[in-house]
């Protein structure tokens, strides 16, 4: 109690020193809550978002492990690599069977597949094309754009298994103009197509048109449409027909079951059995799940030489983090530089302060105090002053650091918004990336150049929380320790007698 009041009657008396010492404490106890309440709240936001992802996956060929000796960097010697061979494997994708094998793993969620297929329609059909012979806009279309010509498989039928499958109408890109959509177990012939198509071919909700086997003219199929479908952005589904994966499988089978050999124009024959293109999208509720997945697929009999697992929502995640991910380790170098700075000025403050002193020094000891007394009082005067500021400091910086997170991350979004909007134009904006062995793109963590945009986590709940306040009370200490070293160090040094009569 005695060292307490002496400290206090201490800091009273040089008052204009103590200020300084205040000030220059709460300045670094605003920056350092501000910098460590917005990088814990960056941090737990990553953590959140990463708990909480809904992932899809999907199983194709492992690019990397096939393309083998080309993923690091050496050329196979003569007649040790076949094309054929290589392109083949690149080409492969799981059966229907073999991805439900996998889909029963018992960290999958759930499972849905989409079936793809070219056909052909009548001579009288009227496909959506522009005057360039491809795809264009539809006001283009009708502005002069009239079609006419066919090529083979100008229809591109898509099967779903389940509606869950229907990923452009759950994120809205497409959307049910009239009618409704199909039943996903439905096997009838069911469909819904473009209203661009229902327009130009004067076709109606209950209207049926029929689709034709390019490689077979005589194997016919009739389907009904039960509505159709607007996408005001593209124009990328306007040839496009969907059902249920029942509906078109029966119609595979169908040509499975009639199938002829019949001459391919290049000296050979071909079957007149269509195959459809099948791909499997697997859910997991987590990405915990999504983890314990890529292990127990290969318990499950998957050749990882040959296939890969990938999510592209884990891709988005790590694009849309992006931002958070740099607020994070700029608030961190913040903080150490404040540290360092402050620390660094706090040491020489206190250096020309006990020089000051140094006359006090040697009074204290000549009538009886220790010198370990007199460096726990000079202790005590530090630690209270630094106390006080650290305590104020915290305060505001917990309201600020609200509004000031918010601004620093909206300024980390928009840096990297423009760095992808400039590399994008420096490509013509056409970049795409993506073009190293095994699909990897070196540019993958600042954004989709290719026009499909990233959704950013721009949002942050800063709170300054216990791990925050316990961080700063040992900066208190640290800073106390670091002011106070010279100080507890000369006052051990000097001797009573000297210094008087050096006085």
Do not use: W
Not at 99 to 107: I, K, L, N, Q, V
Not at 302 to 330: G, H, M, R, W
């Amino acid at each position: 109690m005695y060292i307490i009041k002496n400290a206090y009657k201490s800091i009273v008396r040089a008052k204009g020193r103590n200020i300084l010492i205040f000030i220059l404490v709460f300045l670094i106890a605003v920056s350092a809550c501000v910098a460590l309440s917005v990088r814990g709240s960056a941090e737990a936001a990553k953590e959140t978002a990463y708990n909480s992802l809904s992932i899809t996956a999907q199983i194709s060929a492992n690019r990397q492990g096939i393309m083998g000796s080309f993923g690091s960097g050496e050329r196979p010697q003569e007649g040790e690599f076949d094309p054929e061979s290589m392109m083949g494997k690149l080409s492969q994708a799981l059966t229907l069977e073999e991805m439900t094998h996998y889909a029963g793993s018992e960290y999958v969620d759930g499972f849905y597949y989409t079936g793809s297929i070219g056909f052909n329609a009548p001579e009288d059909f009227t496909f959506y094309e522009n005057t360039s012979g491809g795809f264009g806009s539809f006001g283009g279309m009708m502005g002069g754009g009239m079609m006419g010509g066919r090529n083979s498989a100008d229809l591109t039928v898509i099967g779903y298994s389940s509606h869950d499958a229907m990923t452009t109408f759950i994120s809205g890109e497409n959307v049910i103009y009239e009618g409704n959509v199909f039943e996903q177990d439905s096997s009838d012939g069911s469909c819904i197509i473009s209203y661009e198509l229902a327009l130009l071919n004067d076709l109606a909700v209950g209207d049926s048109f029929t689709i034709i086997n390019p490689q077979k003219e005589d194997q016919v199929y009739t389907v009904t449409i039960c509505g159709t479908f607007l996408n005001e952005s593209s124009e990328a589904y306007a040839n496009t027909v969907f059902m249920s994966y029942a509906s078109l499988n029966a119609m595979v089978e169908d040509t499975i079951a009639n199938a002829e050999e019949v001459e391919n124009g290049r000296g050979g024959t071909t079957s007149t059995a269509l195959r459809s293109t099948v791909s499997g999208t697997y859910v997991f509720s987590n990405a915990e799940r999504y983890e314990e997945f890529l292990t127990d697929v290969e318990v499950l009999g998957l050749d990882t030489e040959a296939y890969a697992v990938s999510s592209t929502d884990l891709n988005q995640y790590e694009k849309s983090v992006v931002p958070l991910e740099s607020l994070s380790k700029f608030t961190m170098i913040f903080f150490i530089v404040v540290l360092l700075i402050g620390g660094g000025i706090l040491v020489i403050f206190n250096m020309f302060t006990v020089r000051e002193r140094k006359y006090e020094i040697g009074v204290l000891a000549a009538i009886g105090m220790k010198k370990g007394t007199v460096a726990l009082q000079f202790l005590t005067e530090t630690f209270l002053v630094t106390l006080l500021a650290v305590v104020i400091g915290t305060g505001i910086g917990a309201t600020v650091s609200q509004p000031v997170g918010d601004y620093l991350l909206q300024e980390q979004v928009a840096s990297v918004e423009t760095t992808t909007t400039t590399m994008n134009e420096n490509f013509g904006g056409g970049f795409q990336g993506g073009g190293f062995p095994g699909g990897g793109n070196r540019f993958q963590n600042i954004g989709n150049l290719s026009g499909n945009e990233v959704e950013y986590l721009d949002s942050l709940n800063t709170t300054t929380d216990a791990s925050v306040l316990l961080s700063l009370m040992a900066i208190s200490i640290l800073l106390t320790l670091i002011a106070s070293s010279v100080g507890m160090i000369s006052v051990l040094r000097y001797e009573p007698l000297k210094i008087l009569s050096e006085r």
